[in-house]
């Protein structure tokens, strides 16, 4: 039983630029969050998805907008990339909204 | 922001001796849970309390909660080098999982 995959698993892009993350959930599992961990610090919450709607969301700027397919699985966007978007980001799936996520294993974004 | 604090910042321990990591966090909750994450990969679930439990176990892992304190601890008896990663306590309400900044927890064979 495949986990949670994520891709790609590096990438360094320059300021201005636009990235799309992926992620494919769990199976079986129907809900997908994303997070951004900095360095040092815990993983912040970006957006949830469910039955391809966002959810709920954190105290990110609409640069940041996501996708669920009807599969389940989830993509990532940032436009108008700064520096300080470099950081870990994380997906995360779960069967129920709130009980235990299901980590993949991440995408280091470098931003220069 | 970050509603779970974990305390200590950090800590170095011996292998064989017993570790423990305390979380404070500040509303009302519905479960409170425990990853470790290993050298920035992605995070591993450990545990999950619910707000009507008090002590949870799961092999070599203890869990409290005090729900009028606002708080939890974290035991890991017979710690291993394989032990050393950062531990996070995540809170879940009305929002999905807040995390704390985590504990950086070193095991030294």
């Known amino acids: 039983d495949a986990g949670v995959t994520q891709s790609p698993t590096h990438l360094i892009k320059t300021r201005g630029q636009q990235v799309t993350l992926r992620c494919s959930p769990k199976?079986?599992?129907?809900?997908v969050s994303w997070y951004q961990q900095a360095l040092g610090q815990g993983p912040q919450f970006i957006f949830q998805?469910?039955?391809?709607?966002?959810?709920q969301r954190g105290n990110f700027p609409d640069r940041f907008s996501g996708h669920q397919f009807p599969n389940y699985s989830s993509e990532l966007n940032v436009n108008a990339l700064l520096l300080g978007d470099s950081a870990l980001y994380l997906c995360?799936?779960?069967?129920?909204?709130?009980?235990?996520?299901?980590f993949g294993p991440g995408t280091r974004l470098l931003v220069l | 922001s970050q509603q779970g604090e974990e305390d200590p910042q950090a800590l170095s321990i011996q292998e064989g001796e017993n570790a423990t990591m305390n979380c404070s966090y500040k509303t009302s909750i519905n479960n409170l849970q425990w990853y470790r994450q290993n050298s920035g990969r992605g995070l591993v679930h450990l545990i999950l309390i619910r707000s009507n439990e008090r002590e949870k176990h799961s092999g070599r892992l203890r869990v409290t909660l005090d729900t009028s304190k606002k708080s939890s601890s974290l035991l890991i008896t017979a710690s291993r080098a394989a032990d050393t990663a950062s531990y996070f306590c995540a809170t879940s309400g009305n929002t999905p999982l807040v995390f704390g900044k985590g504990t950086r927890l070193s095991v030294i064979a």
């Open positions: 199976s079986g599992h129907d809900t």
């Open positions: 995360a799936s779960s069967s129920v909204p709130g009980e235990t996520q299901y």
């Open positions: 998805y469910y039955e391809e709607e966002e959810r």
